[in-house]
């Protein structure tokens, strides 16, 4: 699937970047171009790789002349760029609109006018039920990108995942650092649960859509689902060090929600079992067993401590 193949990821130098990175050079690409703003990001993933198959191009997903131009010859592209934390996203929503709809719709025109095969979007639990704004730019990029299969040759489609552990933003680090500065632990919300899965997991969605033939479809992942309280109190008794540590209840942020949804009620009539691993939510009828949920939430299956135990020490954390 990618033997020789010219693949853009825009927004790579996070770590979704990284990671997608590392496991896509495996396949021998023929070329792998690393479109972003961030110039120190670029210069330290260069280090980091030292690979003469990356290309590193600074630009932005809001200039459409020069997404045309990286285009140009590209056969895969994993649409990575984002403006992502909530809490930005409220105070400036003009520019995350900026960055996650026009973007993505320049992204559109520009595979479109290059007549890229493939088209990735990588999107977010907030973009279902949305009710802060990063997850509302989130859910009409889903809708662009899904539109865009009525207007050419190009497979345009979406992957939904949860919070990735320990990636940019992640409350795993923090916690963690918290710990290590002899500080109490800041929760929003003792109710709190969110999704997590492992960078390589988040890879592997990633690569199922890929590799898939569907299209105009929204690849979700079954994945565990915690309480943030039970996380904190996992990395307490791993960092603490015997130090009483308190945890401040801070209250919910504008934006914030108590539990996030991977499919919602109006999805899940349309949501298929893909495999053992994934579901898929499409408009188009598949051939494929229904699901048999009203909705994929976070509070439905809530894993244990222990749980927590084996995904913090996968990711590497204890």
């Not at 290309?55 to 056969?75: H, M, P, Q, T, Y």
Request: aromatic letters at 10%; one cysteine or more; proline letters at 2%.
């Amino acid at each position: 699937m990618f033997k020789n193949k010219i693949i853009l990821i825009t927004g790579g130098t996070g770590s979704w970047g990284n990671e997608t990175v590392l496991q896509l050079l495996k396949y021998n690409p023929k070329e792998i171009r690393i479109y972003s703003r961030g110039e120190f990001a670029q210069v330290t993933m260069q280090r980091k790789f030292n690979d003469k198959r990356l290309k590193f191009i600074i630009g932005d997903v809001r200039d459409l002349e020069a997404l045309k131009s990286v285009c140009i010859g590209v056969n895969i592209i994993i649409h990575l760029a984002a403006l992502k934390h909530v809490p930005i996203c409220e105070q400036y929503p003009n520019e995350a609109v900026k960055t996650n709809i026009i973007g993505t719709q320049n992204l559109i025109e520009a595979a479109i006018s290059n007549k890229v095969d493939k088209v990735i979007d990588v999107s977010t639990d907030k973009a279902c039920g949305a009710n802060n704004l990063y997850g509302m730019t989130k859910a009409v990029g889903e809708k662009l990108i899904l539109n865009a299969n009525n207007r050419s040759s190009t497979k345009f489609v979406v992957i939904r995942g949860g919070n990735v552990l320990g990636s940019n933003g992640s409350v795993v680090p923090l916690f963690i650092k918290q710990l290590k500065d002899g500080k109490n632990l800041t929760i929003t919300d003792a109710n709190m649960t969110r999704y997590f899965l492992t960078l390589p997991e988040a890879i592997k969605l990633l690569f199922t859509a890929i590799e898939s033939d569907l299209y105009n479809c929204i690849f979700v992942m079954k994945m565990p689902s915690f309480k943030i309280i039970d996380i904190a109190k996992v990395l307490i008794e791993q960092y603490a060090n015997n130090r009483d540590v308190f945890i401040d209840f801070t209250g919910i942020r504008p934006g914030e929600k108590i539990h996030e949804i991977l499919v919602s009620q109006a999805e899940s009539i349309m949501t298929y079992v893909y495999n053992k691993n994934y579901y898929v939510i499409s408009y188009d009828k598949l051939n494929l067993r229904k699901t048999d949920f009203l909705e994929y939430a976070s509070n439905t299956y809530i894993f244990s401590e222990d749980d927590i135990k084996k995904l913090l020490t996968k990711g590497g954390y204890l």
